[in-house]
């Protein structure tokens, strides 16, 4: 606690000599749209391969993870079996799904090995968020709002061995209501926002004891977002921003309390679930001009998530007399994250070559106090009670120079490395220091410039970038769950890695090659990422424990893509975009079934290439977007009996529609914009894939601005 005072203090007064120092007559403090802001290192935009994502394009797709509706531009089914770590406006604190879509104005992927230096494993994908501030008027309000029709496929993930289950189908609706209000002025920009999210969730884990086939019921869930920000000037070399939030969210099983009748059997069943989230956080940045090119960010956030579950799954006689298998499960996690950085930056031009220095300190503290108890049935009665209490800590100080050097700005070379302390883990294995420093590079260049060829009309960039990381590293924050159990603990156990500072490298690579005054561009992206992980084994059986199984993976990623913007000055525009990627999937541990679910997508043998198609087409007021995910030869996985293991039992291929969307842009007098929609979400799907998603929606929405 001291520590996190001292660096708190520390930050803290630097960025009030900042304010002393900083010269009124200097340039107006704006964000720097020339880098991207990871968190704990600052990148050259030019210097870097990315994949961006325009908000209001995910606006008419019902969801309630993020990661669901961005899959289709990133690796496709791979990223639905990944995790996501999210860096929103430079803070690595926050969930993502706490923020309205609507709040959101960008969303890009970074395409770096550096990514794994900012609280990303080699097993995750780093996304950047940058969020709306303000708006183009001096004030507005903005009403928006869709209403879907569910058809939902129940199934037990106990039944996934079997091919021939008969799933039911149940209907339900999602809704999505938001509401939000800014103003701006010379020296402050303010918005609030509101937003309410219905859905419905296919299944809750650990619901159902192994011994029955019978699907969990859909669990409801409704999501409640309420956010804020405010951005002041204190002078012309000052900004401050300060951002709040405050997301609870109840889930709760459809058929609660309710008694069931199992198939064949006179007993009757109760499945009820019940789960509980509140999500707070806030962040303050104050950015400052200290000099002619010299530029300093502090920030401070905070992430408190308070998570508590329920399940209880018995069978009854018809004397309501507690009978065979049942379990009841009780339990509470709460993750308190704190996070403090401190980011300066000197530019300098030197004829035509240019520097920029730049170090970060990044001060990290998290708690996660854990509680669970579980009991199972036997003999008429509850028995066998279990508790599991335990709280994980992570206290880190991250220090990151990097230095960035450029050429006419057709080659940019940035390098740095990255060293930790104050750590409160120890090394499993000796001679594993983990203060020694981690380098990383990256290097880009810009082939056409040189030539002096017209790079108006034509662009030809390479890249390149390595990195050094071990686990340990990792960023840890809660996040909100879409999809309900029981579970262990919000975050994965910081010590579960089977030696946290072990060192990979990971190797990034491509190329970007644009035409017609960059309307049309092909990108390639190779990506080699190690990293050790461990797999959980439960084993149901009495007499048995649970299995821990350690390996070294490696998995390799080819992304190509192709986007397209029809060159037009009339009514009719047209946007599409095709990507694709080759993943190769490698480990040290022979038997394959105890690896994680996502190191095994790929069925021995055969290319896994997987990927999205994006189309937004508009004429006049009118528009139509669509979109698609395939994948071909992922291989099918089913759960052996009693247990989580998973077993290959053969490969399929997959298109799915993801979304449609038909609309209007209506001209009123009355208010400044408003739209209607009609929309789809998985509207064709193989129904044999059982991975991605196996809700269907359909519906209509609306959009107003006052």
Not at 105 to 115: G, L, S, W
Request: glycine share 6%; charged share 15%.
């Amino acid at each position: 606690m001291k520590i996190a005072l001292l660096a708190c203090a520390s930050l803290f007064m630097s960025g009030f000599l900042n304010l002393v120092q900083a010269q009124s007559e200097s340039n107006e403090v704006a964000t720097d749209s020339s880098t991207y802001d990871l968190g704990r290192l600052t990148l050259k935009k030019r210097n870097v391969q990315a994949v961006t994502i325009k908000a209001a394009d995910l606006e008419k797709m019902p969801f309630t993870d993020l990661k669901s509706a961005i899959n289709i531009y990133t690796y496709g089914v791979y990223s639905a079996h990944q995790s996501y770590v999210y860096v929103i406006d430079g803070i690595l604190n926050a969930d993502v799904n706490a923020y309205s879509i609507y709040d959101i104005d960008e969303i890009t992927m970074v395409q770096n090995a550096a990514a794994v230096l900012n609280g990303v494993d080699a097993t995750k994908t780093l996304i950047l968020v940058k969020t709306k501030h303000g708006g183009s008027e001096a004030r507005g309000v903005t009403i928006a709002g869709q209403s879907e029709f569910i058809r939902l496929t129940q199934r037990s993930p106990y039944t996934f061995n079997n091919s021939s289950a008969k799933y039911p189908k149940s209907n339900d609706m999602y809704h999505q209501y938001y509401v939000s209000a800014y103003g701006n002025s010379d020296m402050i920009k303010a918005g609030i926002s509101a937003e309410i999210l219905h859905n419905t969730l296919p299944y809750g884990y650990y619901v159902l004891p192994a011994s029955t086939n019978t699907p969990a019921a859909p669990i409801s869930s409704n999501r409640f977002k309420f956010n804020g920000y405010l951005d002041v000037k204190l002078g012309d070399a000052n900004l401050l921003t300060v951002n709040a939030g405050y997301v609870p969210q109840r889930d709760r099983s459809n058929n609660a309390d309710e008694l069931a009748a199992l198939a064949g059997s006179s007993a009757k069943y109760v499945n009820s679930f019940y789960n509980s989230q509140n999500l707070f956080y806030t962040d303050v940045k104050l950015a400052t001009i200290i000099a002619e090119g010299f530029t300093n960010k502090i920030s401070a956030g905070f992430e408190r998530l308070r998570d508590h579950g329920e399940s209880l799954a018995a069978s009854y006689n018809a004397n309501g007399t507690l009978q065979g298998a049942g379990s009841r499960r009780d339990s509470t996690s709460s993750v308190n994250s704190f996070v403090a950085t401190e980011d300066i930056t000197y530019r300098a031009q030197l004829e035509n070559f240019s520097l920029q220095p730049n170090v970060n300190f990044t001060f990290r503290q998290v708690n996660n106090p854990h509680s669970a108890q579980f009991a199972s049935a036997s003999n008429g009665a509850f028995r066998n009670f279990l508790d599991n209490n335990y709280t994980t800590k992570q206290k880190l100080g991250i220090l990151t120079p990097s230095i960035a050097f450029s050429y006419l700005d057709w080659l940019i070379v940035q390098g740095g490395f990255q060293t930790y302390f104050n750590s409160t883990a120890k090394p499993t294995v000796q001679d594993h220091d983990q203060t020694q420093p981690l380098p990383f590079a990256s290097v880009s260049i810009d082939l056409l410039t040189p030539l002096q060829l017209d790079t108006d009309q034509m662009r030809l960039n390479i890249y390149g970038s390595y990195a050094r990381n071990f686990n340990y590293s990792n960023d840890k924050y809660g996040s909100l769950i879409d999809q309900l159990y029981i579970h262990p603990g919000n975050n994965a156990r910081f010590d579960s890695q089977p030696d946290p500072y072990q060192v990979y490298t990971q190797i990034q690579g491509g190329a970007v090659f644009s035409v017609l005054e960059n309307k049309l561009s092909f990108s390639y992206n190779y990506s080699l990422k190690r990293f050790s992980t461990t797999q959980v084994v439960l084993i149901r059986l009495p007499g048995f424990t649970d299995m821990f199984q350690n390996t070294e993976a490696r998995v390799e990623l080819h992304r190509v893509g192709i986007d397209f913007a029809l060159p037009t000055d009339g009514d009719f525009s047209w946007r599409t975009s095709l990507n694709g990627t080759y993943v190769l999937m490698r480990d040290n541990y022979k038997v394959r079934n105890y690896l994680p679910e996502y190191l095994r997508l790929t069925y021995p043998g055969k290319p896994f290439i997987t990927g999205g198609f994006v189309n937004h087409l508009n004429f006049k007021n009118a528009y139509l977007d669509f979109g698609m995910i395939y994948a071909l030869n992922q291989a099918l996985l089913a759960h052996t009996a009693y247990s989580r293991t998973w077993v290959v039992t053969g490969k399929v291929n997959i298109f799915n529609l993801q979304n449609i969307d038909l609309g209007y842009k209506l001209q009123v007098k009355a208010v400044k914009s408003l739209e209607v929609y009609a929309n789809a979400r998985n509207l064709i799907q193989s129904d044999q894939f059982k991975y991605i998603e196996n809700r269907r929606y359909i519906g209509a929405g609306f959009k107003v601005g006052l």
